[in-house]
Nanobody, 127 residues
Framework: QVQLVESGGGLVQAGDSLRLSCAASARTFSTNAMGWFRQAPGKEREFVST????????YYADSVKGRFTISRDYTKNTVYLQMNSLKPEDTAVYYCASSRSSWLYSRVTKMYAYDYWGQGTQVTVSS
């Protein structure tokens, strides 16, 4: 069982930056990817970004490409999401998740590929 704990959310103004962190209690041998998803009020949870735990390859949603950066610290079992130039439409609860899926875009950008989820952290961007 992997426990994921997100932190770093908050209330910011449009144009500001935030860095989210997701600490994993342990990394199982089979963890291949760590991802971030978000869910805005009244909307479905959507993919934001994911990183291949072994080699650092990444994918981003078009809506955040060029503004968000995902990274990982292998020694701390932690994944980060640096969010710059935040917009009001980025307001959501952000969740991190771990996956044992093979590294295929069609899989690691989908919720069903993820096995463990954190409790979420709220990000609110005011205009």
């Amino acid at each position: 069982q992997v426990q994921l704990v997100e932190s770093g959310g908050g209330l910011v103004q449009a144009g500001d930056s935030l860095r989210l962190s997701c600490a994993a209690s342990a990394r199982t041998f089979s963890t291949n990817a760590m991802g971030w998803f978000r869910q805005a009020p009244g909307k479905e949870r959507e993919f934001v970004s994911t990183i291949n735990w072994s080699d650092g390859r990444t994918y981003y949603a078009d809506s955040v490409k060029g503004r968000f950066t995902i990274s990982r610290d292998y020694t701390k079992n932690t994944v980060y999401l640096q969010m710059n130039s935040l917009k009001p439409e980025d307001t959501a609860v952000y969740y991190c998740a771990s996956s044992r899926s093979s590294w295929l875009y069609s899989r690691v950008t989908k919720m069903y590929a993820y096995d463990y989820w954190g409790q979420g952290t709220q990000v609110t961007v005011s205009s």
